[in-house]
């Protein structure tokens, strides 16, 4: 930043891209190609998006020339990087865009699933609107399929429209073999090591429908999307659960109507 700031050095005109997307905590942003940017196509509508849209556009291209004071190349850097996002929520959904996440993407330089059964899986930026200023980026898992704020301070304060609400399905539509395959493996409460019971039955309910979809999904002979890995080990599960918990699943089956039909779409 302080090189902008104070800088009339005409080294630091050919690098602007180099030097944003190499900043510390703009690891999401990929380089957007100079010929995307100077295809006015591409930009279309931004120049009402962006405060001083020519000066910002001719500085993230490297041809900003202009002698200003500090607090208009301020406002300019400002709006140079605000372009920047803008164009790269739209870049990164194009062939060369899309490839490029991809990379990063495989090298996992937007972190892993928090969560322990996901088994440290590779997250992707995702927004949650696609104008800015509503709400920061997000991190999508594709083995969860679920929504996680950033580690960084610096991450989490990156406007989510910089990204968009689509980048992340698309990516794993155009790269289907990206898509990790589903775990049933879950989490289960345990009680010094009982199960615990309201949550023991409804996941065995749970894993009931679960198995009525497979078997519907097999009958039309669509793929589940599940790993077949834990067959053995489901059984085990299932006998331990039949043998030591008859006497508590005459009493479930008073309450457990209502616990099914909570979860019944
Ligand atoms: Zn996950």
């Known amino acids: 930043m ?3 700031a104070s800088d009339t050095d005409s080294d630091y005109a050919s690098y602007w891209r180099d030097w944003f997307i190499s900043s510390k905590g703009n690891e999401y942003f990929c380089e957007i190609d100079e010929d995307y940017l100077t295809d006015r196509f591409n ?4 120049n009402t998006e962006v405060h001083y849209y020519q000066h910002a ?3 993230v291209t490297d041809v900003f020339d202009m002698e200003v004071d500090d607090d208009m190349r301020e406002q300019i850097e400002r709006s140079a990087r605000h372009l920047y996002g803008l164009v790269h929520a ?6 060369r865009g899309l490839a490029k996440m991809m990379d990063k993407y495989k090298s ?17 930026p995702a927004g949650l609107h696609d104008t800015p200023s509503h709400s920061h980026v997000k ?14 301070s610096r991450h989490n304060s990156i406007d989510g429209a910089y990204f968009g609400t689509s980048f992340h399905n698309i990516l794993f539509q155009v790269y289907p073999s990206l898509v990790p395959e589903k775990t049933q493996r879950r989490y289960e409460p345990r009680l010094y090591g009982f199960r615990v019971h309201a949550s023991a039955a409804l996941m065995r309910w749970q894993e009931e429908r679960r198995e009525e979809m497979k078997e519907r999904l097999r009958g039309q002979g669509l793929e589940t999307g599940f790993e077949v890995e834990e067959e053995g080990e489901e059984e085990e599960e299932e006998e331990e ?16 109507g209502a616990v099914g039909q909570g979860v019944v779409q």
């Open 108 to 124: 996992s330089t937007f972190g892993k699933c928090p969560r322990v059964i996901c088994d440290a899986q590779p997250l992707v």
């Open 241 to 256: 659960g039949e043998g030591e918990e008859e006497g508590l699943d005459d009493m479930f089956e008073l309450g457990g």
């Open 57 to 59: 556009l001719d500085l």
């Open 139 to 152: 991190l999508f898992c594709p083995k969860c399929e679920d929504l996680y704020n950033p580690k960084s």
């Open 43 to 46: 930009l279309t509508g931004l």
């Open 90 to 95: 739209r870049y990164i959904v194009s062939t």
């Open 2 to 4: 302080e090189e902008f």
